[in-house]
């Protein structure tokens, strides 16, 4: 599922991934470009489809990056901390995953909420749903479908734990969170809970 690198996409992957093992934060651009499979295309579609949505969505109602925009430093915070956790950890042992599908994940762990009005999940005209947890999941996973993004199965099983294995899925015995799922959720929660209030320096994307 990789993609064949024009010479542009090749400078600029490599601008990006020289500037990220330098422990550099890096723009939500340059992020997007060490996505190195199909989907980096769809991931750019949801954005430039939504742009109006994007700009506004905050990171949560009140618990981090709850501010105007804050939902898409949210996620360059945490693409960010994929690529500092992923260069530290794999010096230190391989890693059953590569970098850019940690970042698709992390792209999609929040997708729904640019598109949450109230209690609501509602895409462009569609017939709304309330924004239970479950409904979370689900919305998220029609729009992987709608955008023709292909996942792995250790994807999926990442964007349906990345927060967190509930109560009710838990098994003695069994693990049922995958090591792409712990890689992503250590991201997720240092983003949410460790730097709440962080990333509003981290540079905009270029939307047009």
């Known amino acids: 599922m990789s993609i064949t690198l024009r010479s542009h996409d090749f400078s600029e992957l490599r601008l990006a991934t020289l500037e990220m093992e330098s422990g550099h934060y890096l723009d939500f651009t340059s992020l997007m470009h060490l996505i190195t499979s199909r989907n980096r295309d769809c991931l750019w579609t949801i954005v ?12 949560s109602s009140n618990n981090h990056q709850a501010w105007e925009g804050g939902y898409i430093d949210h996620v360059s915070e945490v693409m960010n901390l994929a690529c500092q956790l992923y260069r530290t950890l794999s010096g230190l042992r391989k890693l059953p995953f590569t970098l850019s599908e940690a970042l698709e994940v992390m792209f999609l762990h929040d997708i729904e909420k ?37 996942l792995t199965s ?33 991201c997720d929660i240092l983003s949410a809970r460790l730097w709440h209030d962080k990333g509003a320096n981290v540079p905009a994307p270029a939307w047009e």
Request: charged fraction near 35%.
């Open 154 to 186: 250790e994807q999926e099983n990442a964007l349906r734990y990345v927060e967190g294995v509930p109560d009710s899925e838990y098994t003695p015995g069994e693990r049922t969170m995958g090591e792409l799922a712990a890689f992503c959720h250590s």
């Open 48 to 59: 430039k489809t939504n742009i109006s949505e994007f700009r506004a969505a905050k990171g």
């Open 114 to 150: 640019p598109f949450k009005k109230s209690d609501l999940l509602v895409y462009k005209d569609e017939h709304p749903i309330t924004a239970t947890k479950d409904n979370r999941k689900k919305f998220r996973a029609d729009i992987v479908q709608k955008f023709g993004i292909k």
